[in-house]
C-alpha cells in the first residue's frame, strides 16, 4: 500500500502529476509549495515524501483530517496499536450481536440485550438526517454508530486521527452502498449486512504498516520529509488566512512568502462535493444538518447547482461579463433559457454558475498573487466543460485570461494533461489542461 491510498476520493489527482511538476520547475528543499484546494491530499503528501515544505487548505473538514492524518508521520506506533486492540476488543462482540440480530429467535422479544449479555441501549442507531436514501443499509449504520461512538472516547490526538479516517475511508464503498462513476450514487447491489469489523481491522493493518516503513526510511535517513501544515481555509481568502494561521508560512524558513502552488480546483461541471463526500462528512458529525452542509458549500467556489445563492454576488463585484468569453458563455446560457422557456429546475441557475465561478477564482487568483514570491508559479489541473446543454466552457483559457488580464500573472501557458471521457454523449473528447501561471521577476 501506499499512504496516499489510506483515504481517497474521486477527484483525487495522481501523485505523478506533482513529481512531474516538481522536476520541471526544480522546486527544492528550501521552497515553500501550496496546494489550496488539497482534497484528500496528494501535493502534501507527494511534497513531504520529496521533502519539500508544503501548505494544504480545503473547506472539507474530511479532507482537512485526511491531509493531517496523511502528513502526520510522527505518530506513536506502540500507542496506536494498543489502542487499536482495546478498541477492536470492545466492537468485536457488539458486531457480532448486531449481525446476528433478526436471526434467532431471542431477538423477538424486542429485548435491548442479548444470550451474551451484550447492552445495546447506549446507542443511537437512528439513522443519521443528511444520509441520502438507500445509502446504508440497517446493520452496517449500526455497526458505524458504535464504531464512531468508541472512537470519540478515545483522546483526541494524533493517533486517533488515523482512526478517524479509517472510519470514513471505509465508509462510503466499503460499508455503505456507494458507487461513483464519477458522481455518487445508490449501488443496490451492495445492500446487506457487511463485515465492518474485518474491513476497519484491515484498513488500520495498512496504515500501520505504512508507518512501520515511513519511520523507518526517516530514521535511516533514506527519507527526509518536508514540514507540513493543513489547514482549513476558503482559496478566496487564501492569503489572509495563511498570513494568520500558518506557523509554516510566517517561519524564518520562508519570510512570509509561497514559491509554488499545484492544484486541481473545482471547474463548472456539477461535482458537489459535498455529496461525494457525503458519508464521511456524516461520521465526523460536519453534516448533521442542512446549516453544517451549507457552511461548507458556502466556502466553496461556485461550480455546481446546488451551491449558488441568492446573495452571491461575486460576478457583479468584479463585473465578471467584461471578460468577453465568459459574456460569450453566459449570453448563449441566457439564450437557451428564454428560447426553450426554462422557468423551473437547475438549469435557471447554469449562467450564474458560470458567472459565480470565474469571479471566486479571480478573487482566489489575487490571494495567490499577494502570496507568491516574485517569478513563482502557479499550475492549475482544470477541465473544460460541456456539462450545461453542451455549451463549451474552455476553463484554462480563460482563467488564463483572467489571471493575466486582471491579477498579474504574466503569460499564461496551457497544456493538455488528457482528455476525459465526458458525462454527456453528445459532448465527446473534453480536455484536461494544466494552467501555469507565473508571477513577474519585477513584482
Ligand atoms: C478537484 S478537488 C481536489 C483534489 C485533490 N487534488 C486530490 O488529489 O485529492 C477540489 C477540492 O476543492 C475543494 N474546494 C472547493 N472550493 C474550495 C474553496 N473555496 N477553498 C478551498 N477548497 C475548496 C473541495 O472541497 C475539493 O476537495
Redesign the pocket.
Known sequence: MDIHDWY??V???SDRIITGLVDEFEITQDDLLI?????????TLSAKKLGIDSIG????PA?VLSGRAKTNWEVDLDEFRQRRSELLSIIQPIFKEISSQGNTTLDSFGDSTNGQGIDLSKYDFSEPKKTPKGWLSEKPLKKMKVLRYHIEELPNDNVTDLFKLAMIAISPEDVGNVRFGPEATRDPKQEGDKDVFTIFKTKLSEIEEDLESVQAAVESGEVEPGETEIIR????Q?ADTLREESELLNSDKHGGEVDYLI????YPAE?D?TRN?RLELIWLRAADDNKDLQK?KK???R?HTKNIYVADDEGEQVNIRENDRVDAIVSEMEQIIVDEDISHGFGKYYPRVIEEYFA?MQH?FEQVYDLLASGGKAAY?VGDSGSYWQVEVETAEILGELAEERVGFEEPEIRLWRNMAATTADYDDVEENILILTKPESA
Open positions: 481517497r476520493f477527484y483525487a489527482y496546494d489550496p484546494f488539497n482534497g484528500t491530499g496528494t501535493t487548505t480545503d473547506t472539507s479532507s481555509a476558503d482559496a478566496r487564501l492544484t486541481s480546483p473545482p461535482h462535493y463526500q461548507i466556502a466553496n467556489i461550480s471566486g482566489h489541473v
